[in-house]
């Protein structure tokens, strides 16, 4: 579960809260590492990911709803707009993270293979992809603009397990670069940042679709 930031127990009527949430289960038969590509639309498991989680969300107070600019996460915050009666806005810094397999097929020996160990000479920064801070950096300038954007209320951003992950290290204090097996974001769910004013007091996670995720695709790309 998310870990607290410390500080005093928040009061209500000052409170705004700002609930990262990663997109639903993607069609993608073939494995590919999709990253920034366009074209990799929800799976119908997906969609029900997407709907699970605005049926839990239709009680919140959502005034804002942002989300990537891939289809992925458009067609996650859909129902989550539907349901509160705003529009979905779009934010380029909540995209997915740049990454030098993306297209491609990858498993375990092609990362292994002699002609890819230039790309992992850096695992901190990461070599092979965007860096950490910068994903971090952005995520941040997205999300306090989302606070705003809801004062008072509550925000939802749909992105991407990478950069939501990479925040939440961030905000929390930990080191960026980590093993990739080990996050804590799973498809559909929510990392959930409660702001007093802007202070950041409390980050919460919860997986609204935890029920769902048994019948999900276990493929690197998903």
């Known amino acids: 579960m998310g870990q607290s930031t410390g500080g005093a127990a928040p009061t209500a009527g000052d409170l705004t809260v700002v609930h990262l949430m990663r997109h639903g289960e993607v069609h993608n038969p073939e494995g590919v590492l999709y990253g920034r ?8 498991l997906g969609r029900e990911m997407a709907q699970l989680v605005a049926t839990h969300l239709a009680a919140n107070d959502i005034t804002y709803v942002v989300a990537s600019p891939l289809e992925r996460a458009q067609e996650t915050a859909a129902p989550i707009a539907a349901g509160h009666g705003v529009e979905i806005a779009t934010d380029e810094r909540v995209i997915e993270s740049e990454n030098r397999f993306e297209g491609r097929t990858v498993d375990v020996k092609d990362l292994l293979h002699p002609h890819n160990w230039h790309l992992f000479g850096n695992v901190t920064k990461p070599s092979w992809g965007e860096p950490y801070e910068q994903i971090a950096a952005r995520m941040i300038a997205a999300i306090v603009d989302a606070r705003d954007a809801a004062r008072g209320h509550e ?68």
């Open 37 to 44: 590509l366009e074209g990799y639309h929800l799976s119908e």
């Open 155 to 222: 925000a939802v951003v749909v992105s991407h397990q990478l950069p939501v992950w990479t925040v939440r290290n961030k905000l929390e204090g930990r080191r960026l670069w980590h093993d990739p097996r080990k996050r804590e974001c799973t498809l559909a769910s929510l990392t959930s940042l409660t702001y007093r004013d802007d202070e950041l007091v409390s980050i919460t996670y919860s997986e609204p679709a935890g029920s769902l995720l048994a019948r999900a695709s276990r493929s690197v790309g998903a």
